[in-house]
Antibody, heavy 119, light 106 residues
Framework: QVHLVQSGPEVKKLGASVKVSCAAS????????IAWVRQAPGLGLEWMGW????????KYAQKIQGRVTMTTDTSTKTAYIEMRNLRSDDTAVYYC????????????WGQGSQVTVSS | SYVLTQSPSVSVAPGQTATIVCGGD??????VHWYQQKPGQAPVLVVY???DRPPGVPERFSGTNSGDSATLSISRVEAGDEADYYC?????????FGGGTKLTVL
């Protein structure tokens, strides 16, 4: 069974950095890209970008370009997203999801990681 | 950028059909995927490639896509279908989500 398990909640100060992990199991990790999506409190889904687990190529949303880095560790089947220079509007639940590279849908999703940015 | 427009809310009585619309410029030329999100849970794929269902998703969930609108229909609505529903499209090299529609079962 395919599973994505994410790291626990984080509380960070304004201007700090945070790194969230997403551990995959139940499939060949390098056969699918991993996408990251976040959801601010009470709001909708916001696409952040994706990373090819086979090549390491990335595509980031323009809004966060320059503050985000997505990486993978194929030896541990884990994807990471690092956000730098955190702002209050980065407070959100961060989700990873496996990407079907042909149809480009997301399935399954991780359980989500709460990131709270405080002053 | 590519804008996807969804009505904020839809209400339907149990047993009736719910229709959730996702509007976008010439969206009929793109592949649309739909996700269900219940409170406190991660999104779950319910329809992909406009009208296909993943294993385990009831046949009550169906989708169409043409022109400037894609539609997710849920027939014989049940209380357990109450959730937020999001459309997703790949366009101009990026992924986009609609703003979401809250389905309320009366």
């Amino acid at each position: 069974q395919v599973h994505l398990v994410q790291s626990g909640p984080e509380v960070k100060k304004l201007g700090a950095s945070v790194k969230v992990s997403c551990a995959a199991s139940g499939y060949n990790f390098t056969d699918y890209s991993i996408a990251w999506v976040r959801q601010a409190p009470g709001l909708g889904l916001e696409w952040m970008g994706w990373i090819s687990t086979s090549t390491g190529n990335t595509k980031y949303a323009q809004k966060i370009q320059g503050r985000v880095t997505m990486t993978t560790d194929t030896s541990t089947k884990t994807a990471y997203i690092e956000m730098r220079n955190l702002r209050s509007d980065d407070t959100a639940v961060y989700y990873c999801a496996r990407v079907d590279d042909y149809f480009n849908y997301y399935d399954p999703w991780g359980q989500g990681s709460q990131v709270t940015v405080s002053s | 950028s590519y804008v996807l427009t969804q009505s904020p809310s839809v209400s339907v009585a149990p047993g009736q059909t719910a229709t959730i619309v996702c509007g976008g410029d010439n969206i009929g030329s793109k592949s649309v995927h739909w996700y269900q999100q219940k409170p406190g849970q991660a999104p779950v794929l319910v329809v992909y490639e406009d009208s296909d269902r993943p294993p385990g998703v009831p046949e009550r969930f169906s989708g169409t896509n043409s022109g400037d609108s894609a539609t997710l229909s849920i027939s014989r609505v049940e209380a357990g279908d109450e959730a937020d529903y999001y459309c997703q499209v790949w366009a101009t090299g990026s992924d986009f989500f609609g703003g979401g529609t809250k389905l309320t079962v009366l």
